[in-house]
T-cell receptor, first 115, second 114 residues
């Protein structure tokens, strides 16, 4: 069966450019998470969706970061006016339900490099 | 401030021996803990989990032990195999509201030598 997919896998952006990263969760999964993983670090939480509702965006580092999931399925993470410190791997994860014990399934990530 | 700590950046063991990966946490609100395995250029893959009401969970070669009083958990892999070579992340969550976000350690790179 299809897992979580992300596109593009790699993105190189010039500083100041806007980027959009896409996540296709596992079909039927209610919860969707975005994480940012800098080199040599563990993933850091960015934002959480329950269906189309963005219930927590406390991890977004600045107002240049925006995420949406308009139909409760595909999600897009947008970064405006990219900066070098935005360079990282952006991971998307989905889980089946709302219960805490639902495993989060991860996509392969999008590696963003800002020059 | 790291709420989940993996103090060993790397570990090397011989094939067939036991691998023990350690994790400490500081937030007493955490009540669910997970181990993920990550290969280069791939996303993390779930390995095993444990809730705070238990002190041990076993799945095949993998066992996780939880010591709540010490705020410590460990992952045991027996016997270790070369295919187990990867980065292992410890993660934790707290049952707060509707958010099940995971708080991660920095990872431990395990090398299993043939």
């Amino acid at each position: 069966g299809a897992g979580v997919s992300q596109s593009p896998r790699y993105k190189v952006a010039k500083r100041g450019q806007d980027v959009a990263l896409r996540c296709d969760p596992i079909s039927g999964h209610v919860s969707l998470f975005w994480y940012q993983q800098a080199l040599g670090q563990g993933p850091e939480f960015l934002t959480y969706f329950q269906n189309e509702a963005q219930l927590d965006k406390s991890g977004l580092p600045s107002d240049r970061f925006f995420a949406e999931r308009p139909e409760g399925s595909v999600s897009t993470l947008k970064i405006q006016r990219t900066q070098q410190e935005d360079s990282a791997v952006y991971l998307c994860a989905s889980s089946l339900g709302l219960a805490q014990y639902n495993e989060q399934f991860f996509g392969p990530g999008t590696r963003l490099t800002v020059l | 401030d790291q709420q989940v700590k993996q103090n060993s950046p790397s570990l090397s063991v011989q094939e067939g021996r036991i691998s023990i990966l350690n994790c400490d946490y500081t937030n007493s609100m955490f009540d669910y803990f997970l181990w993920y395995k990550k290969y280069p250029a791939e996303g993390p893959t779930f390995l095993i989990s444990i809730s705070s009401i238990k002190d041990k969970n076993e799945d095949g070669r993998f066992t996780v032990f939880l010591n709540k009083s010490a705020k410590h958990l460990s992952l045991h892999i027996v016997p270790s195999q070369p295919g187990d070579s990867a980065v292992y992340f410890c993660a934790a969550s707290a049952s707060a509201g509707n958010n099940r976000k995971l708080i991660w350690g920095l990872g431990t790179s395990l090398a299993v030598n043939p």
